[in-house]
């Protein structure tokens, strides 16, 4: 199977979507907790969801979840002059991305088989919450950046699609969920 094989549909999570989540696992149980109890309540996030639309040949995954995406709205703390002036730089932040286990690693393509240089159903699905961002800056609030606190372990995957650690004059939250995390970011717009 291919990630190219595999169509789908993008939805906000909502009472009526829940049902959908219910075997939803990526393998992490902290992430999998925030999806199945809290992000459908949060009044910090919009969660979305990938839902599973093909039918033929994946009858048994056909209307599941393939991963979720959380959005919230955040600032870059910019302080160039050791911390006298600080500036804030609208920001989208990319609270949650996942995907399930059974697409986690699956290969996009036969033709883009580069053990150097993959390109998976997840490159693909990082698109496709870029694109949601692009259209929330142009079309509902301004936002300059996209941030995201990665665990170590997904920072060579966000760096491939072109996300820059904070530099020394960013400032990153402190919150206990995101100790370990990097903090990571990219601009939302065209010509930078």
């Known amino acids: 199977m291919y990630g190219s094989e595999i169509k789908f549909k993008i939805n906000l ?15 992490n149980l902290y ?12 009044d910090d996030t919009k969660t979305y969801l ?3 639309k093909t039918k033929e040949n ?11 995406f959380s959005l919230t709205c955040s600032a870059i703390k910019y302080s160039p002059n050791e911390g006298k002036t600080i500036n804030n730089f609208p920001a989208i932040e990319l609270k949650y991305f ?5 697409f986690q690693g699956l290969q996009y393509d036969s033709d883009l088989d580069d053990p150097f240089d993959p390109f998976n159903f997840s490159d693909v699905m990082f698109g496709e919450i870029l694109k949601k961002c692009k259209y929330i800056k142009n079309n509902i609030l301004g936002a300059k950046y996209l941030t995201l606190y990665s665990v170590p372990e997904s ?13 020394q004059y960013m400032e990153s939250n402190n919150n206990k969920e995101i100790i370990d995390c990097v903090p990571m970011f990219m601009s939302l717009n065209e010509n930078d």
Do not use: H
């Open 50 to 52: 990938i839902i599973n």
């Open 58 to 68: 994946f009858e048994s995954e056909y209307k599941k979840v393939l991963g979720f």
């Open 13 to 27: 999570l909502s009472e009526s979507t829940e049902f959908l989540i219910d075997d939803f696992d990526c393998g």
């Open 31 to 42: 992430i999998n907790d925030y999806l199945k109890s809290k992000a459908l309540f949060s």
């Open 98 to 102: 996942a995907l399930d286990i059974k």
């Open 155 to 167: 920072v060579s995957f966000y760096k491939r699609q072109y996300m820059e650690d904070f530099n």
